[in-house]
């Protein structure tokens, strides 16, 4: 069977050219290899890797439609057995993830690129600057009296100054150690080093927290007698849901879409009340009470992990 011109072509009726299972169909049920060509167009091998590895074509549009739109739905149907119709919930996480952070990383340097010394300091407009002077020509003297940093006058390094007390002699040195290397740059170079060993490591973060956030749904209904995997599930859903929304948070602000944001946010935090609701199906009160309390534990346990966060990236930066 041909699907269409440049298309792989299908041997059905074919013994299995892998096993040589006699049974008919696409798919060898002895070893799971597809009855087709080898040789095939690029556009063929990347339409049966979309298809074959994500998907794409059968599940995609009502996995995206079911995340966005039907709070907790997908989660209810996972748990209740219907797992085929829709995308596994850790590739979808792994996926939402990835365009989030990728578009994070991807604004992110475009914004630091047209950051310059300027920005670092506060200018009083002056009728005698030309409008088409590069600010980066502010004289470094005129920045170090602005900012209270006298060394930067005189040659020396933005770096210098810098206490850190962090309450372990070692890591105290391991950080000074770092800061001086870092010291070598000029001030936005190393802001550069650091947000960006940062932002590439927040998606490890996120991942070392689910079970994190999966344990807290495990406490908070307890009662209800659900494996610990059964709430991982509904914490892989709704972080997907979450990255989605933050990814249209940060287009719709580059595109500039002003009323969007808004309706995006309330969305999102409408949406984590009706999906615990359907999930767990308890009573409004129930739910809005622990709803409130995962909210500030999860807001509690980023506060605890972003510290450690932001001293390995700046140990791993440059």
């Not at 079911?66 to 209810?76: D, E, K, V, W």
């Amino acid at each position: 069977m041909t699907r269409g011109a440049g298309a792989t072509r299908s041997h059905p009726d074919e013994p299995c050219r892998n096993c040589g299972d006699p049974t008919m169909g696409d798919f060898c049920p002895a070893c799971g290899q597809r009855k087709s060509d080898v040789r095939a167009s690029l556009a063929t091998l990347l339409h049966d890797l979309m298809e074959d590895h994500f998907g794409v074509e059968r599940r995609t549009p009502n996995t995206l439609f079911a995340l966005f739109f039907r709070p907790g739905f997908l989660s209810r149907e996972y748990l209740d057995g219907r797992v085929v119709r829709y995308l596994p919930p850790f590739r979808l996480y792994l996926a939402s993830s990835l365009v989030l952070f990728l578009l994070v990383g991807f604004l992110s340097f475009r914004g630091m690129d047209d950051v310059t010394w300027a920005d670092l300091v506060e200018q009083e407009p002056s009728a005698t600057v030309d409008a088409e002077e590069e600010v980066d020509t502010i004289p470094r003297e005129e920045v170090s009296d602005t900012l209270e940093m006298p060394w930067l006058a005189e040659g020396g390094s933005w770096q210098e100054g810098v206490e850190i007390n962090l309450g372990h002699e070692r890591l105290n040195a391991l950080v000074e150690n770092r800061i001086r290397r870092l010291g070598e740059l000029d001030p936005l170079d190393a802001i550069r080093e650091v947000v960006g060993t940062f932002l590439n490591y927040v998606p490890t973060l996120m991942f070392l927290l689910l079970p994190v956030f999966a344990g807290l749904l495990k406490l908070l209904y307890v009662h209800r007698g659900m494996y610990y995997a059964e709430h991982f599930i509904v914490v892989l859903h709704l972080h997907a849901f979450v990255f989605g929304i933050f990814a249209l948070l940060l287009l719709s602000g580059w595109i500039g879409i002003p009323f969007l944001p808004p309706l995006l946010l309330l969305w999102a935090a409408a949406y984590v009340y009706l999906a615990l609701r359907r999930v767990y199906g308890e009573r409004h009160l129930v739910t809005a009470l622990k709803y409130l309390t995962l909210g500030w534990a999860y807001l509690f346990v980023l506060i605890l992990a972003l510290p450690p966060m932001l001293i390995v990236a700046l140990l791993l930066a440059g």
